[in-house]
Each structure stands twice: as structure tokens, then as C-alpha cells.
């Protein structure tokens, strides 16, 4: 045993008590900067579910963002995704943490500075993708759809908060490092490694850029990070969180702090690999497929470790459950953990994916996680935290409690009605006659029997926001009863200088850094086997003699299929089972994707899959459709694009787009980029010309020109081959 | 594609240069109480000052 070596066990914790004499520190906690995260969370707490809200009606009712470009379903959708994933959620967690933290190390932050700078940051960050998502510059990326300055404020935001969070462990009074503190180190780690990873783009203009990734390597890449996002965004703060204010709320210790030990480090170790999940039966390497289902299923034992520790912890004290509305959240919101947990693996498995994958099942399954997990552990810390800020009571029990089961009612009639559609939906998509064919070929009548459970998922939405509504009164009435304490005295023995002095001061002050260092190993591992091989071996993504990169004006019709946001309901890939490769086509292969930047093969089919789109339909229909769905389709619950039709498309930046993709890898030979636009009108005139001659009032400098010419070339560089057979 | 080939590579080296000092870590003591410091986190006492401070602002 080295000198070095502290011991908790008996003189030091005694010391630590003040039992033996040492000197005592006199220090307060900054409980402004815990208030202003509160304030922030609920704020962006309502925003986020509102457009929810807002988006959940408009899957039944299309004409509700009023003919208006900047609230259509599809730029709302990823405003509600970030807004409750990194406003609501993200301010929640700064929230838990800066309250805790202190708590925990006994020290005040390390700088309030940096505090503010995290603060205003966030939500300038914040504000600025409301703005940015409602003009449709996104990079279609699932929860990461922000634009590249952003991107960077995200990464400068992210260090500070971080620095700070070292630092105040450095300067800590407190030699123990309570559980709570590894989930918020291995958070911060993770996500940083994840972000920059994932954001890695080239920018052609401040607000457009291409993924780096093209293709099968995107798609591994962003889901990679989403569903690491899910885990260290979403589980690994609120764990430590619920590692912290649990107990605090029941007032009893965790059930055992051995098994949040193993917890911890299982969970971070298995979760980085599980990403692949979301690409089974895709065009992704069938090993990395197995790999990420292996580790999905694994994923089992540490999360229902974490909730069976975190329900333990109760045992015995369920009558105060009874009373206590922080612990009726709170219990719930394990409770959702525990079914998201379990349903996550399950949908892991290939059979269950292939029946629900694309669905809403998958909607439902986010949204136990949001609304239970997220939603309510962070409803029970603010009921908590909010009168002691105030150091006060709780303004209503009663109003709480309404709030509880209305929240509970519609977490159920959210879940509820997605299951069912999505169980009807995929039965639909996959019944053959007894002729073998497609039973129902025609998509839209699978969305037709689904709408009248989206009406009942949206009135679950609602009873669950009118929940909200109702703490926020009471919140705002607690506040007003009571009086907030800036800066809360607090002291505490300085910590002990043990057996080598100096030098056992200094060994304890690094270690933060190494139990972060060690976070990042264990995430790291994972994601480095899965992506190594991916890059190096080049037999994984066999390229296609026919495929070649799209025209100018194909490339500008993407661009505007990325910017409406299509891909947020329809795919890009056609798995190969009989009943996708029946209505869609061939289905689809790694080769096709390489000069995909990024690539857009979605993850839900509210409308049918479009990889084969191009040449399905005359030009004329597209045009029709486009303007006004149901024209074509009666009943369509997709949105008009008026808009299209009346804007000019901007081909001011054809060529920095082109030179832009050149650089990450697209093949456009020499000089291309400066025909390209003499080459893309030629292109639009061609398309307006045929729309003409027959009898289409077409004009061939709109934006619908490009985005027809895109959805027509859409899945047919395959096609030559198969012609040529 | 390469340049982010080298940059896997020398996180991997870096992380596995720490995991030694992880181990290293454990090995030290934070685990060795598995005990205390879930009750630890219970005790905040309240300090006679903010609860001045509470009765003088009423």
C-alpha cells in the first residue's frame, strides 16, 4: 500500500464530520445561476412542447401551419426535437448539476464568470436554432440538424461548462466523488467527443455546409451520435440526477451504492456500441449490424440495474410516495426507464425491427423516454428544488397531484394510440393477398387508418401540457410566497491534507481528470472498433460503376428536399424484404449512397419511401402534388409547398456548392463548377419545357423545377444496369 | 477519409494510456467505502446564517 493511498474509512471520515479538529471553511453555494437554469427549463419546457403539440396536430390536420414555409411539419418537427432535447433537457441538467455539484464537493462553482458565460450561451445557442430551423437552414442530421457556427458555439459553450465542472471538483472539499459526479463526467466527455464528431462538415456559405460522411459512413456516423446523444444526453445526466435528488427526496441512500458503481461503468462501456440498431436490415455492413445488437441486448442489465436501484431505494417508505408529489414523479419517471430500457433492446432484436422499424412505435418509444424520463424526473426536481431556492413550501400539493395524473394520463394516451398505430401500419405494409400481392399498394390508405389515432395521440399531448401549465402556476405562486437566497452560506472542513501531505493533496486534486479520462476509454473503445474497419476496409461500401453524382440542378433540388425537411417522413432505403422491394422497388445498396453529403435515408415513413422515386411518376403529377397533395392523392396528409412555386431558386452559390462536395470526395470533373449553372438551366428548361407541352403553367427558374429534377433522378443511376441486363 | 483514420488512432492510444491510469485510480481508494458516501450526500446542514437571513427578509 503506497502512502499516498487515502482511507475513507475511519480517521478521515471522522475529520471530514469535524470530529476531530480541523480547520473550518466558510463558503456559500451560487444558487442564481441554479434559479436561472430553472427559469430556463421551464420556458423552453413549454416552447419545445407546444410545437410538439403543434407538429402532433398537424399530422392530421396539414392546413394548421396555414399555408406558412416557417411552420410546416417539417422545420417544426426537428425545432421540437432540439428544443426539448437541448433546451428543456439540456437546461434541466445544467440545472441538476450546478445545484448538485456544489452540494456534493462542498465548494462553491469554480467561477460564476463561467457560469453566465454557460448560461447566456446556451440559450443564445438556443435562440438562434429557432430562428435558423424556421428558415430551413439545417443539415438534416437527426438532432444535430444545426448549421456549422452554431455548431462551434455549441463546442465553445460545452468547454466552458466543463471547465468549470473540473474546477470545481479540483477546488472541492469533499475527497469523495458521490456517484452522481461520474454520470455528469461521463456526460460531458461523451457528448463532446460526439458532437464534434458528428458536426464535422464543409461549409459552403454560413449557413449551409455538407457532412464530411457520405453515405453508409454518415448514416454510421449520425447514428452513432444519436443514439448516443439518447444515452449521454437524455439517461447519463438524469441518472446522475436521479443518483443525487432521489435520495434527497426521500431522504434515505441510494438502495446500494455498490451497484451504482457497476451501474455506472457497465452502462457507459455497453451504450457507445448500440448505435448500428438504428440501421438493420440498412446497407450497413451485416457485422456492424450484429455488433450493435449484441451490445443493444446487453444494454438490458445495466438500465434495469439503474431502475431497480433508484424503485430500491423506496423500499419502506412507499407511504411517503403517497404523500409526496416529487416522489410520485419521480417514480414514474424510473418506471418510465425502465420500460424505454426494455423496450429499446427489444426493438434491437432483427425480427422486431423489421416489423417496427419505420413506424410509430418508435415515436412511442421516444416519447416514454421524453415525457417519462425526462419530462417527469425533471417536473419532481423542480417541485423540489423550487421552494427550497425560495425557502419556502410548496404553494399546492393539490395542484401538483392534478398535475401528476394528468401528466400520467397522457404519457399513456401518447404511448397508447402510437403502439396501435404503428401495429396496424406495419400489418398493413407487409399483407400479401393470397395471390401474392401487395395487399393495400397503395401507401396512403395505411396512413388513412392511423389518423384517428393521431388525434388521440394529440389530445394525450395535450392533457400533458395542460400539466405543465398547471406547475408552472404553481411554481410561479411558490416563488412569489417565498424569498430566494442568492448566495446560501455553507462551510465545511478544508480538506484533509492525508498521510503524504502535499503530496497526497496534489495526487487527490488530479483526479477528476483521470475518472474523466477513464469515462472516455470506456465510451471510446466501442465507437473506434465499429468505425475503424468501416473506413479502412473498402470491400464494405462497394462502389457502383453507374452511380454518378447529381447535376447541378438535382444537387440545388436536394439541398431544397433538405431544407423542407422531407427526409422527417420519408426514407431513402429499401430493406430487402419482399413486401418493401414489392411496393418500392430494388432495394437498396451501399454503392448508391457514396455521393450522399449527407446521406437521407430518415428513420420514419409517415409518407411512403422514396429511393425510387425518380421516373414512378410524370413530372406533371410531381408538380400537381407538390402544390397540393391531395390533388393527386385524396385524403394525403402531407402539406402543400406553395412556396415552391413562387420562389425564385437561388443559384447564387452552384458553384461554391459544387467546389464544396468536390472537396469531400464527389466526383465533378474539372472546371464544372463554372458551367454548372448554364448546364442547370439548361436542365430546368428542358423540365419546364416538357411540364409546358402538357399544358403545366411551369416556370423553369422556381424552386420546384430543381426539387422535381431531384425526386426524377431519385434511386435511377441503378437502373442502367439493370437495363442493360 | 484518412485524417479521421489518425485521429481514432491517436485517441485510441490516449485512452488506453489513461485506462492504465484509471486502474490506477480504482486501486487508490474512491471505492473503497461503499457506504458512507451514500449517506454523506443527506447530511447539508443548514446554516444558522441563511436561516437568520430567511426570518429577517419576513
Known amino acids: 500500500m503506497g502512502k499516498d493511498k487515502p482511507d475513507y474509512s475511519n480517521g478521515d471520515i471522522k475529520a471530514v464530520r469535524g470530529e476531530v479538529s480541523v480547520k473550518v471553511e466558510t463558503f456559500s453555494y451560487d444558487n442564481q445561476i441554479v434559479k436561472n437554469f430553472a427559469l430556463a427549463t421551464i420556458v423552453w419546457g413549454i416552447i419545445g412542447m407546444l410545437v410538439g403539440l403543434i407538429a402532433a396536430v398537424q399530422l392530421f390536420l396539414p392546413q394548421l401551419n396555414l399555408g406558412i414555409q416557417y411552420v410546416t411539419f417539417g422545420r417544426i418537427r426537428p425545432l421540437h426535437t432540439n428544443a426539448v432535447i437541448f433546451a428543456f433537457v439540456g437546461n434541466a441538467i445544467f440545472m441538476g448539476v450546478y445545484y448538485s455539484i456544489q ?284 421552494p427550497r431556492l425560495y425557502r419556502t413550501e410548496l404553494f399546492s400539493k393539490k395542484l401538483a397531484n392534478i398535475h401528476f395524473w394528468l401528466g400520467t394520463a397522457g404519457i399513456v394516451f401518447v404511448a397508447l394510440s402510437l403502439y396501435w398505430a404503428a401495429i396496424t401500419q406495419s400489418l398493413m405494409w407487409k399483407q400479401f393477398t393470397p395471390l401474392g400481392v401487395l395487399q393495400y399498394p397503395n401507401f396512403l390508405e395505411t396512413v388513412l387508418q392511423i389518423i384517428p389515432m393521431y388525434v388521440i395521440r394529440a389530445i394525450g399531448a395535450s392533457a400533458y401540457f395542460a400539466g405543465v401549465i398547471i406547475m408552472v402556476v404553481n411554481l410561479l405562486k411558490t416563488m412569489k410566497m417565498g424569498s430566494f437566497l442568492i448566495d446560501e452560506a455553507a462551510e465545511s472542513p478544508a480538506i484533509i491534507s492525508r498521510n503524504g501531505g502535499d503530496r497526497g493533496h496534489r495526487w487527490l486534486e488530479k483526479r477528476p481528470v483521470q475518472f474523466t479520462i477513464a469515462a472516455a476509454v470506456a465510451i471510446l473503445i466501442g465507437g473506434i472498433v465499429e468505425f475503424i474497419p468501416t473506413f479502412l476496409v473498402k470491400s464494405n461500401v462497394p462502389t457502383i460503376a453507374s452511380v454518378k453524382p447529381l447535376t447541378a440542378l438535382e444537387q440545388q433540388g436536394r439541398d431544397i428536399y433538405q431544407r423542407e425537411g422531407c427526409n422527417n417522413c420519408h426514407s431513402q432505403m429499401i430493406r430487402p424484404f419482399r413486401s418493401e422491394t414489392q411496393r418500392y422497388g430494388e432495394y437498396s445498396k451501399a454503392g448508391e449512397f457514396v455521393y450522399d453529403h449527407p446521406f437521407l435515408w430518415g428513420s420514419k415513413r409517415t409518407g411512403p419511401d422514396l429511393q425510387r422515386e425518380g421516373g414512378k411518376y410524370s413530372d406533371q403529377w410531381h408538380f400537381y402534388h407538390m402544390q397540393n397533395p391531395s390533388s393527386m392523392s385524396p385524403g394525403s396528409i402531407m402539406p402543400s409547398y406553395p412556396w415552391l412555386y413562387t420562389q425564385r431558386l437561388d443559384i447564387s452559390k452552384t458553384g461554391a456548392k459544387i467546389n464544396a462536395l468536390r472537396k469531400i470526395g464527389v466526383p465533378y470533373r474539372a472546371g464544372y463548377e463554372n458551367f454548372a449553372n448554364t448546364e442547370l438551366t439548361r436542365q430546368a428548361d428542358a423540365i419546364a419545357k416538357g411540364l409546358l407541352s402538357s399544358g403545366v403553367p411551369a416556370e423553369a427558374d422556381k424552386e420546384i423545377i430543381a426539387l422535381i429534377a431531384y425526386l426524377q433522378r431519385l434511386g435511377t443511376d441503378i437502373k442502367v444496369i439493370q437495363a442493360m441486363k | 477519409m484518412w485524417v479521421l483514420v489518425i485521429l481514432m488512432f491517436f485517441s485510441l492510444l490516449v485512452a488506453l494510456i489513461f485506462l492504465g491510469a484509471f486502474i490506477w485510480a480504482v486501486k487508490s481508494g474512491q471505492y473503497d467505502d461503499k457506504y458512507t458516501p451514500s449517506v454523506r450526500i443527506l447530511l447539508d446542514d443548514e446554516l444558522k446564517i441563511n436561516t437568520d437571513q430567511k426570518r429577517k427578509e419576513k
Open chain 1, 103 to 386: 452540494r456534493l464537493c462542498k465548494a462553491r462553482m469554480y467561477s460564476d464568470l463561467l457560469s453566465k458565460i454557460n448560461f447566456w450561451g446556451w440559450q443564445l445557442i438556443i435562440l438562434s436554432a429557432v430562428v435558423t430551423f424556421a428558415l430551413g437552414y439545417l443539415t438534416s442530421k437527426e438532432y444535430a440538424e444545426l448549421e456549422w457556427p452554431i455548431d462551434i458555439a455549441i463546442t465553445v459553450v460545452w468547454v466552458v461548462f466543463g471547465i468549470n465542472l473540473l474546477g470545481t471538483l479540483i477546488k472541492r472539499r469533499e475527497p469523495h466523488m458521490y456517484v452522481a459526479i461520474w454520470f455528469y463526467l461521463a456526460t460531458w466527455v461523451t457528448v463532446a467527443i460526439l458532437h464534434i464528431v458528428n458536426s464535422l462538415e464543409m461549409p459552403v456559405s454560413l449557413f449551409k455546409s455538407y457532412s464530411l460522411y457520405a453515405g453508409v459512413q454518415d448514416a454510421l456516423v449520425q447514428w452513432w451520435y444519436g443514439h448516443n446523444a439518447v444515452a449521454f444526453f437524455l439517461t447519463t445526466p438524469y441518472l446522475g440526477l436521479m443518483y443525487y435528488f432521489l435520495p434527497k427526496a426521500a431522504n434515505r441512500p441510494i438502495y446500494s451504492y455498490r451497484l451504482s458503481i457497476i451501474h455506472f461503468w457497465s452502462l457507459i462501456f455497453i451504450y457507445i456500441w448500440a448505435g448500428p440498431h438504428h440501421l438493420l436490415y440498412t446497407a450497413l455492413p451485416d457485422w456492424a449490424q450484429s455488433l450493435g445488437t449484441v451490445f443493444s441486448i446487453m444494454l438490458i442489465a445495466p438500465s434495469w440495474g439503474g431502475m431497480i436501484n433508484g424503485l430500491l431505494t423506496l423500499r419502506g417508505a412507499w407511504d411517503k410516495v403517497r404523500e409526496e408529489p416529487v416522489l410520485k414523479f419521480m417514480v414514474v419517471a424510473v418506471t418510465a426507464y425502465g420500460m424505454a430500457t426494455f423496450e429499446g433492446p427489444m426493438l434491437s432484436l432483427r425480427n422486431v425491427n423489421a416489423a417496427l422499424h419505420y413506424t410509430d412505435w418508435i415515436i412511442a418509444h421516444v416519447h416514454i423516454g421524453a415525457l417519462g424520463w425526462n419530462g417527469f424526473l425533471t417536473f419532481g426536481i423542480l417541485y423540489w428544488l423550487v
